[in-house]
Nanobody, 127 residues
Framework: QVQLVESGGGLVTTGGSLRLSCAAS????????VGWFRQAPGKERELLVS????????YYADSVKGRFTISRDNAKNTVYLQMNSLKPEDTAVYYC????????????????????WGQGTQVTVSS
């Protein structure tokens, strides 16, 4: 069992930055696939970033490529999502997720492929 807790959301103006954190209850990121998703009202949950540190491959959705960056702090069992140049269309609830036993894929792009989820953190970008 893995508990994930996101934090760092808030209200920011267009062009601003936020850094989201995803803290795990135990060492859950080293051999796992990690994903950051978001869901806006009335829309499906959208993958933003998928990463496997053991493979060293990161997938970024086109909508965030060049603006968002994933990183981690092993000592804190925490993954971060640095979000720059935010736009009003980035407004959503942001979630981190973990797939604890990844298979042969370099990354995982759909929500059902992940085993554990955080509760989400709201990001609002005003124009």
């Amino acid at each position: 069992q893995v508990q994930l807790v996101e934090s760092g959301g808030g209200l920011v103006t267009t062009g601003g930055s936020l850094r989201l954190s995803c803290a795990a209850s135990r060492r859950a990121f080293s051999n796992s696939a990690v994903g950051w998703f978001r869901q806006a009202p009335g829309k499906e949950r959208e993958l933003l970033v998928s990463f496997r540190w053991t493979v060293g491959v990161t997938y970024y959705a086109d909508s965030v490529k060049g603006r968002f960056t994933i990183s981690r702090d092993n000592a804190k069992n925490t993954v971060y999502l640095q979000m720059n140049s935010l736009k009003p269309e980035d407004t959503a609830v942001y979630y981190c997720a973990v797939r604890v036993r990844p298979g042969g894929s370099l990354y995982y792009t759909t929500a059902p492929e992940y085993d554990y989820w955080g509760q989400g953190t709201q990001v609002t970008v005003s124009s």
